[in-house]
Nanobody, 123 residues
Framework: QVQVVESGGSSMQAGESLTLSCTAS????????MGWFRQSPGKDREAVSC????????MYDDSVRGRFTISKDNAKNTLYLQMNSLKPEDTAMYYC????????????????WGQGTQVTVSS
């Protein structure tokens, strides 16, 4: 069966950098779009960034543009999110998700989800 597992969340200070990882198994990784979402308490789950099967990158959240970078290693079935210049407003549970072929900003269109990894940024 498909498994999606995130790792790398931590408590950080504003201005620091952190890299999240997401490993997927049980699927043909290079035929899937892989996305990062985040959710803060009391808010909806929001799309951050996504990379599709053709390695096209979409940044959905303007607040992270220029600070966050998505990448993936198909040989390792792993997706990454490099987060630089972290801000307190980046505090959230970060989720990795997979859907066939192409990206979508809508969480409900993704078929497989990880359990999430917590990122907390203090000022």
């Amino acid at each position: 069966q498909v498994q999606v597992v995130e790792s790398g969340g931590s408590s950080m200070q504003a201005g620091e950098s952190l890299t999240l990882s997401c490993t997927a198994s049980g699927l043909t990784f290079d035929r899937y779009a892989m996305g990062w979402f985040r959710q803060s308490p009391g808010k909806d789950r929001e799309a951050v960034s996504c990379m599709d099967q053709d390695n096209i990158i979409i940044m959905y959240d303007d607040s992270v543009r220029g600070r966050f970078t998505i990448s993936k290693d198909n040989a390792k079935n792993t997706l990454y999110l490099q987060m630089n210049s972290l801000k307190p407003e980046d505090t959230a549970m970060y989720y990795c998700a997979a859907r066939k072929n192409f990206c979508s900003p809508s969480a409900f269109r993704f078929d497989y989800w990880g359990q999430g990894t917590q990122v907390t940024v203090s000022s």
